[in-house]
Structures are given as C-alpha cells and as structure tokens.
C-alpha cells in the first residue's frame, strides 16, 4: 500500500464542564471554575492562585488533615508565647502561610474559615 498525502491524528481536550459544580473545592483549596480561563471561554488554563492543573475534588479526609494542621500550627503558637486567642486571625492566617511550608499553598479564605471555627470551638 503507498503513502497518504496526510496523517490523521486525534487529539483528546480536557475541557471546562459545566454541570460539574463552580464551587466544588479541589485539594489546592480553590474552587472548580478556578482552574479555568473566565475571560477565554473556560480555557483550561489551570488554577488561577497556585497554577495547579489537575483538579480533584478535596475529600472531608484530606480536609480533615489540613484542618488539624492549623490546629497544631495555632497550639504551637501558644506554646511559643503567643496570645493567639486574642490575635486578629487574618494575622495568624498569614503568620501560618509563611512559617508552615504545610500551609503554604492553602487559600487563605480558606484557612481564615478553620481558624475562626477552631476558636469558637475553644470558647464553647
Ligand atoms: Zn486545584
Ligand atoms: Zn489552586
């Protein structure tokens, strides 16, 4: 059989899914339309904040993980003399970004979220 002028190839797309749920959080902490292009027609460009490109939903396990994390980092803090129960927690969430390479990565909305409920937990 001779050549053919062309080769045929296919190519497989990972494309934006609406029905998927916008808000749905990935184990990067940021939510689903994150990870696309609002201004490019949801071109999957990958996530806005950390640059993540593999989007899978954050489980209540992996969750759970983090949120003991920032207990630990908040527990630690106190140890170390810090009167965090008083701290403003935007300054916490921040002092935690930068000190913890675990933390790091996380949204800081995020974080806030688990500081808050740990302290009013502590209070109850
Ligand atoms: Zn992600
Ligand atoms: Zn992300």
């Given at each position: 059989m001779s050549e053919q002028p062309y080769l045929k190839i296919m190519k497989v797309e990972w494309v934006y899914n609406p029905?998927?749920?916008?808000?749905r959080i990935c184990k990067c902490s940021h939510?689903?339309?994150?990870?696309?292009d609002t201004y490019e027609?949801?071109?999957?460009?990958?996530?806005?904040?950390?640059?993540?490109?593999n989007f899978e939903e954050m489980t209540p396990y992996d969750k759970k993980v983090i949120n003991n994390r920032v207990i630990e980092s908040y527990n630690n803090a106190i140890e170390n003399g810090h009167d965090m129960d008083n701290k403003d927690i935007w300054d916490i969430v921040w002092d935690m970004k930068e000190c913890d390479a675990d933390l790091e990565i996380y949204d800081q909305r995020f974080l806030y979220k688990m500081v808050e409920d740990y302290r009013a937990s502590k209070t109850k």
């Open positions: 029905k998927y749920g916008d808000d939510p689903y339309y994150r990870h696309f027609e949801m071109s999957n460009v990958g996530c806005k904040y950390c640059g993540c490109r």
